[in-house]
């Protein structure tokens, strides 16, 4: 078939839908994974340890057991056991968990509020107090925990793998050393970053309902239902076909709800203890001590530049914090070795063991910090050499990939630049720091260059399509709550030439056709191609059932000279031959057809369309060949009081170039989300970790301040339209993360040139303003 999905006329593709399922949500109708109605449902609640290091000497449960409701108190003595736990390395790789330690499979404690026990009792509040009543007597060390790896006695080492394959933690390209020390501007600055965490309004919760003995339901807030699988098969021994995932909806997740944390295997532990399902949704205090965190970071950017701001060096190097078992370390380098046509990069990495859970993945992880440090450097370059901080950015534009030496797949920076500009007023900024005020407020304007890679993924999708004009569509993927369903219904009612309305799309289940987690900003894009594809196997049938039928107006053409829209097959050449899809279906007596699609990372359009899912000509090659990455531009304005040190965001403008944008409401919404998130980020979010105990201090949102509505003023978001032909079959790259790349560095380059005060030591809350 001819490319026809482009050019679909008054198409649903691109245009603000309101979300699908937001009546659902708004109503209560929409059922979250706590609030599955199973018969003879229990509540599990954990009790957790009050010290960070040390060993369990005694458990007693028998008062606990005492009250009234409670069905079981499972702890490291009496919990069934796992077929296999991550606590080796061999198992951490076989059950894909991100923390290579189980809680409650011995005695020994190793951070603070670690699981020691979970009560399961016939109501919440039952559970609740019973959880307090378990009586724990710890032998503690006589060393005191390690909280951070700048503890003295913490010791720094280079982890043998950072997240994107960096071996030994050392990157090099070319002789970054030698630029540096030969650059005529060299600028050297440290970045300090605290711990954060993920607060998703929904936190963590697990419902799980043992079937049969041997066959496990489990419905999880999760941000991908088959890795969630994976892990729960691996840890339970059983066969994939017979444990099931089901997330319908998701109250966010930033990463946190990447990966399967030990709360849900627990629950589907005590559920098979206890022979009913059990139902366990953390606390809010417990998810800062369940489901990972941003790690604690420090990070040096060393900057060799021409005399004229062009880049000749770029030595990044990062100190961490880990856990006792894991060497996880968002990758910041990577975006610093990227973003700008710097000849050589440099990258290396340090951690540190300390008494704290390990960290994941939390929204753009790596490109966040790496992005903060090499835009605010960026920034003391443009004023060092009096320069613009847009012109300094121009000045270094990289035409191609230099981490990889590979043409970008498409880039639309520089549109993004000149209209964020634009629309901004960037041009009226006085270029000098600390000379705009207004009454008391010091007002300052900052931008910032944002990107995220496209990466490598792959999906399924099945399409139904029933004579009688509607489809059901299927793909086991997530939506966190920023619109899968609704953007992919919009490319299945386009692809498959329906009205919106006569298309459902279901997603959530391992049953369904196996799809991507909903993280590193893959969905949209390998999902939506999976539905496409899915919607052209359907086509291809068909077709081929249109020229062999005596009846079809279609009748002996070729396969290749029939296309579709809005339902009608028709030639090509002469589109008054072809009949509605209905009335062909009706002769073959057909009351539906199936189609699968598989959509892939670099299976481009053009011939992936052409040449359908299984066949041959398609793009994956060019995956290989090219770079892919979207970019953008956030502009932000801030008034500075200098007398309480309080930094407000006034205006916003964030311009991306994101490939094809699927809804133009969910996608800004998207935009505002990140942007949202990286001001928290940058101005208020931090969680405080006591150096004696290693324990959260303020583990609550009363304490972890995130922005409210009164912290954010209107926002500006655009896109630039762009057409990529070689990153999947609906050219889409995904908005997730870009729009929280480079937001901090905006607002405290926009601090600096307010204030004239470069601050680089996160968050930039009022006593360091001051
Ligand atoms: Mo995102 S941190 O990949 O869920």
């Not at 009546?23 to 509540?43: D, F, H, M």
């Not at 942007?675 to 940058?682: M, P």
Request: net charge neutral; aromatic share 8%; hydrophobic share 35%.
């Amino acid at each position: 078939m001819e490319p026809q999905f482009f050019d679909q006329p008054g198409g649903f593709v691109g245009k603000p839908l309101v979300r699908v399922e937001g009546r659902e949500k708004v109503t209560g109708k929409a059922k979250y994974s706590a609030e599955i109605p199973l018969p003879g449902l229990t509540y599990g609640v954990l009790a957790t340890s009050t010290i960070a290091k040390g060993k369990i000497q005694s458990i007693d449960t028998t008062v606990a057991m005492r009250e009234p409701g409670v069905i079981a108190v499972l702890t490291h003595q009496n919990l069934p056991k796992l077929a296999k736990t991550p606590n080796d390395d061999q198992g951490k790789k076989d059950t894909s968990a991100p923390m290579g330690f189980m809680p409650l499979t011995s005695d020994e404690i190793f951070y603070s509020a670690q699981p020691v026990a979970l009560v399961v009792a016939d109501t919440l509040d039952h559970a609740i107090h019973a959880a307090t009543l378990v009586r724990v007597t710890y032998a503690t060390t006589p060393e005191q925990p390690i909280a951070t790896f700048l503890d003295p006695r913490a010791k720094l080492f280079n982890p043998a793998q950072v997240q994107d394959g960096k071996v030994d933690g050392h990157q090099r390209r070319g002789d970054a050393k030698g630029a540096f020390a030969s650059a005529p501007i060299q600028l050297t600055a440290t970045y300090t970053h605290p711990v954060y965490h993920h607060n998703p309004m929904e936190p963590g919760s697990t419902t799980a309902h043992w079937e049969a003995p041997d066959r496990l339901v489990v419905y999880e807030s999760t941000q991908g239902v088959t890795r969630t699988q994976t892990t729960l098969v691996a840890m339970t021994g059983l066969p994939r076909e017979q444990v099931r995932v089901i997330t319908k909806y998701l109250g966010g997740g930033f990463g946190c709800k990447g990966s399967m944390w030990p709360h849900t295997i627990l629950t589907v532990q005590a559920a098979k203890a206890v022979g009913r399902p059990v139902k366990l949704m953390l606390t809010r205090k417990q998810q800062f001590t369940s489901m990972g965190h941003r790690e604690d970071q420090h990070q040096t950017l060393q900057l060799g530049a021409t005399a004229d701001g062009k880049l000749t060096s770029l030595i990044h190097t990062k100190k961490s914090t880990t856990s006792p078992w894991d060497e996880y370390a968002e990758s910041n380098s990577k975006i610093i070795d990227m973003l700008y046509a710097s000849p050589t990069f440099e990258a290396s990495y340090e951690m540190a063991r300390a008494n704290v859970m390990t960290s994941t993945f939390m929204r753009a992880p790596g490109e966040a910090p790496g992005s903060f440090a090499l835009e605010c450097s960026m920034d003391d370059l443009a004023a060092r050499l009096g320069v613009d901080p847009l012109e300094i950015r121009l000045r270094n534009y990289a035409d191609h990939d230099y981490s990889n030496d590979k043409p970008w797949s498409s880039k639309s920076l520089k549109q993004c630049y000149a209209r964020g500009a634009e629309l901004f007023g960037w041009s009226k900024r006085n270029p000098k720091a600390g000379a705009t005020r207004d009454g008391r407020y010091l007002i300052g304007m900052g931008m910032a260059t944002a990107s995220y890679p496209v990466h490598s993924s792959q999906g399924t999708a099945r399409a139904r399509l029933y004579a009688d004009g509607h489809a059901v569509v299927q793909s086991g993927a997530t939506d966190l709550g920023t619109g899968t369903y609704t953007v992919m219904t919009q490319v299945a009612a386009d692809s498959l030439g329906l009205p919106i309305e006569k298309v459902r799309f279901e997603l959530g289940d391992t049953n369904l056709p196996t799809a991507p987690n909903s993280g590193g900003s893959i969905a949209a894009g390998t999902v939506s191609s999976s539905v496409f594809m899915a919607a052209q196997d359907v086509w291809q049938k068909l077709i081929k059932i249109a020229v062999g039928d005596k009846k079809s107006p279609l009748y002996k053409a070729k396969p290749e000279d029939v296309t579709m829209e809005k339902g009608r097959l028709f030639l090509k050449k002469d589109p008054s031959k072809g009949e509605a899809f209905g009335e062909l279906m009706k002769r073959a007596e057909l009351t539906d057809i199936e189609g699968m699609g598989r959509g892939r990372y670099g299976a481009g359009y053009e011939t992936g369309q052409s040449a359908g899912p299984a066949g041959p000509g398609n793009n994956a090659d060019a995956a290989g060949q090219h770079s892919m990455h979207s970019f953008g531009a956030h502009f932000c304005e801030v008034r500075v009081d200098m007398d309480l040190g309080v930094i407000r965001v006034s205006r916003w403008v964030s311009v991306m170039g994101a490939g094809r944008i699927l809804n133009a409401q969910t996608a800004r919404s998207q935009i505002i989300g990140g942007a949202i998130f990286g001001i928290g980020s940058v101005l208020m979010e931090a969680t405080e970790r006591d150096a004696k105990f290693s324990r959260y201090t303020n583990s609550d949102l009363a304490n972890y301040h995130v922005p409210v509505n009164a912290d954010i003023p209107n926002m500006t978001v655009e896109f630039v339209e762009e057409h990529d032909p070689y990153i999947n079959a609906m050219g889409v790259k995904g908005i997730g993360e870009i729009s929280m790349v480079g937001v901090a560095a905006a607002v405290a380059n926009a601090v600096y040139h307010a204030t004239g005060k470069r601050l680089r030591d996160l968050p930039l809350t009022p006593e360091k303003v001051m």
